[in-house]
C-alpha cells in the first residue's frame, strides 16, 4: 500500500495548515525506525529501542540546540505523552485532549477535548495523565480515564469511532498508548490497586469491533488457574497499563503485566499466574505462545508493566534474539524471546528481597528479609516499591551494547496488614508509610548498563529528586532524558558526561523523540510533572511549577 499524500486545511490565526498524509500501512509501522522523518510508534519501533541512526546532532554540536518552539497544552497534571509524528504533524495527548500540531512551527493544526464525569479522577491511581496515541490507515487511536478507545481522522481530527472497553467505576482506567500489530488495535487496562482483574483487547481499527480479550490472571479451570486460591483472581490485578512490542518475524506481541491484587500476598498464596510477567501472544487471535513470570506471589508491587526492549545480543558467543528488561524488582533480565527463556538475571540496583534469580528454574530465591517479611515482620525492602527503574522506558544503543535507564536508589518500610475489599477504593493489604530516601547520597541514577550483567559502565547521579523521564540514545553518541527539576539533557554515550541542559518551566517524566525535516534533526519532550512521585509526599515537590508543554529543539544555525 502506497501513502498517499493530500493536505487537509484548518484555519489557525488565518492561515492554512498543511495537516499531512494519513494512510500509514503496516509496512510503515515495521519500518518505523529507519523512516527517520517519521515517530510512527510508541517506543520508536515496534521494538521499543528509543534509538534513532540521526546523527545530525553529536557529541560535538549538542552545545547549540535551541528551542524552536514551544506549546502550551493548557493542562497542569503530570504528562507522559510520547509524541507521534507523521509527515510533518505532531500529535500529542493529555488526559483530557488530544492534539496535533505543525511539527516544524508547533502550530496546532486541531484540537478534541473529552469531558468525564467527576468521579473518574478518583480510579486513577498514580496521576491524571496519557501516555500518547498509535496511528494507522488514516487514524488516530487513544484510550480515556473512564475506559473508552477512540478513533480520530488523523487530517481534521473528526471523532470516527468511540467504543466503551469497560465500567470505569470498578476501579479501571486506561492511560496507555495503544498498539498496532498485524492489523489489529490493541489496548489495556490500569487498576491493579482496586480489586480488579487485568486484560488486554484486540479491536479492529477501521470500526472498532472487538476482536478477543486476553485475561491476565487465570481463573480456576482456566491454565495456571491452580496458581490461586478460590476465586481470587477475579480481584487478582495484573493490570496492563503500558504499551507492548512486536516482533513481525516472529509474529508475537510481548506485553508486561503489573502488581498482583490485593498487595498482601498471603491473601492470596501461589504463583499468581499472570502477575509481573512478560506474556508472548498473537496479536490477530490473543493467543498466549509463551508467559515468564518475573515475580511469583509478589507483595511489592513490583511491576513488570514496562516492558523493555527487543534487542540482538551475543550470549555465550552465539547470536540471539532478546527481550531485555530492567525489571521493578532490581534485577536485569534478558530472555530468548522465541521461546521465554531466561538467558541472564542480575541485580542492576541494591536488592535485598532475593539473593539471586535461579537459572535453571527462573525464580527468585527468596532472602531471609523476605521470609520475615512473610512471617509479618517489619522490614527495610530494596528497591522500594517505585521499584529499581518505575515505568519511564529505557533506550539501547547498538553500537556501545548498553541500555539507559533512570535507575532509583529506595527502599521502603513495609509491613502486611489484613486486605479489605471495598469497591473504588485501594485494595493492598499493607501499611503503606511512602519510601526512604538516603540522605547522604543519590536518590537516583541515568546507568549505563551491560543487559547480561546488571552492571553499570557509568552512572549520572541526579542530585535532589531522581529522574522518572524516559530516555533517547542516538547515532550522535547521545542520550536524552529530562529532570524532575524540568532541564532537558543531553549526555555523551560513552561516558555520562552532561553536554548541555535546557530548563522547560516544569518537571520532566516525558519521553524523548528525534526525526528530522528537509534535512534538520529535531528533538521533542512534554514537560509538565507531577506522576507517581508526586505521591510520595516529597516536599520537594512543592517547588515544582505546575504546567504541560510541549518543546521542539534543533540546531541554532
Not at 77 to 83: D, G
Not at 410 to 435: A, D
Not at 440 to 446: K, R, S
Not at 519 to 542: H, N
Amino acid at each position: 500500500m502506497k501513502a498517499i499524500r493530500s493536505c487537509g486545511i484548518v484555519l489557525s490565526s488565518a492561515l492554512a495548515l498543511c495537516a499531512g498524509a494519513h494512510a500509514q500501512s503496516l509496512a510503515d509501522l515495521r519500518n518505523d525506525p529507519a523512516a527517520t522523518d517519521k515517530v510512527l510508534t510508541y517506543g520508536m519501533g515496534y521494538a521499543n529501542q528509543r534509538y534513532s541512526t540521526l546523527k545530525r546532532i553529536d557529541k560535538g554540536n549538542v552545545a547549540r540546540l535551541v528551542p524552536v518552539w514551544n506549546y502550551s497544552l493548557n493542562n497542569s497534571q503530570a504528562q507522559e505523552s510520547q509524541p507521534i509524528v507523521y509527515d510533518g504533524v505532531m500529535y500529542v495527548t493529555t488526559h483530557t485532549s488530544t492534539v496535533a500540531l505543525n511539527a516544524v512551527t508547533g502550530r496546532q493544526v486541531w484540537k478534541q477535548e473529552l469531558e468525564f464525569p467527576s468521579d473518574v479522577f478518583k480510579m486513577a491511581c498514580c496521576g491524571l495523565l496519557n501516555r500518547g496515541v498509535a496511528i494507522y490507515e488514516g487514524k488516530v487511536f487513544r484510550a480515556t480515564l473512564d475506559d473508552n478507545v477512540i478513533a480520530y481522522d488523523a487530517k481534521t481530527g473528526k471523532q470516527l469511532w468511540k467504543v466503551n472497553v469497560f465500567d470505569y467505576k470498578q476501579g479501571r482506567a486506561m492511560t496507555g498508548a495503544p498498539l498496532v500489530a498485524g492489523g489489529v488495535l490493541m489496548t489495556g487496562i490500569a487498576g491493579g490497586e482496586y480489586g480488579t482483574r487485568g486484560f488486554i483487547d484486540g479491536w479492529d481499527p477501521a470500526d472498532g469491533k472487538h476482536l478477543w480479550r486476553l485475561y491476565t490472571t487465570a481463573v480456576q479451570g482456566e491454565k495456571g488457574g491452580d496458581t490461586w486460591p478460590g476465586d481470587t483472581a477475579m480481584k487478582g490485578g495484573a493490570p496492563t497499563w503500558l504499551t507492548g512490542a512486536y516482533d513481525p518475524d516472529l509474529d508475537l506481541v510481548y506485553w508486561g503485566t503489573g502488581n498482583g491484587g490485593p498487595w498482601n500476598a498471603e491473601a492470596r498464596k501461589g504463583d499468581n499466574l499472570y502477575i509481573c510477567s512478560v506474556l508472548a501472544f498473537r496479536p490477530k487471535t490473543g493467543e498466549m505462545v509463551w508467559h515468564y513470570q518475573f515475580s511469583p506471589n509478589d507483595p511489592f508491587d513490583y511491576d513488570a508493566t514496562e516492558v523493555g526492549m527487543l534487542v540482538d545480543l551475543k550470549v555465550n558467543g552465539e547470536n540471539r534474539k532478546v527481550l531485555a528488561q530492567a525489571n521493578r524488582n532490581g534485577f536485569f533480565y534478558v530472555l530468548d524471546r522465541a521461546n521465554g527463556k531466561l538467558l541472564a538475571a542480575n541485580p542492576y540496583v541494591k536488592v535485598n528481597w532475593a539473593d539471586r534469580i535461579d537459572m535453571t528454574t527462573g525464580r527468585p530465591v527468596e532472602s531471609e528479609v523476605f521470609k520475615r517479611v512473610r512471617a509479618g515482620k517489619d522490614e527495610e525492602i530494596f528497591p522500594s516499591v517505585l521499584g529499581g527503574k518505575n515505568w519511564e522506558p529505557m533506550s539501547w544503543n547498538p553500537s556501545t551494547g548498553l541500555a539507559y535507564a533512570n535507575t532509583l536508589n529506595i527502599s521502603w518500610p513495609f509491613v502486611l496488614t489484613k486486605p479489605e475489599y471495598k469497591q473504588g477504593e485501594w485494595y493492598l493489604g499493607v501499611n503503606f508509610r511512602g519510601v526512604n530516601m538516603p540522605k547522604n547520597e543519590p536518590h537516583g541514577y541515568l546507568s549505563a548498563i551491560d543487559p547480561m550483567t546488571g552492571k553499570s559502565k557509568w552512572q549520572m547521579a541526579w542530585p535532589g529528586l531522581p529522574s522518572m523521564a524516559g530516555t533517547l540514545s542516538t547515532a550522535g553518541g547521545l542520550v536524552f532524558t529530562g529532570a524532575a527539576t524540568g532541564e532537558v539533557i543531553a549526555v555523551d554515550a560513552e561516558n555520562g558526561k552532561k553536554l548541555w541542559q535546557f530548563q522547560t518551566g516544569s518537571g520532566i517524566i516525558g519521553l524523548p523523540v528525534t526525526w528530522e525535516k528537509d534535512g534538520t534533526q529535531y528533538v521533542s519532550i512534554v514537560s509538565g510533572g507531577g506522576g507517581v512521585w508526586a505521591l510520595m509526599g516529597d516536599e520537594r515537590m512543592a517547588q515544582i511549577p505546575a504546567g504541560g508543554s510541549v518543546w521542539t529543539f534543533a540546531l541554532m544555525k
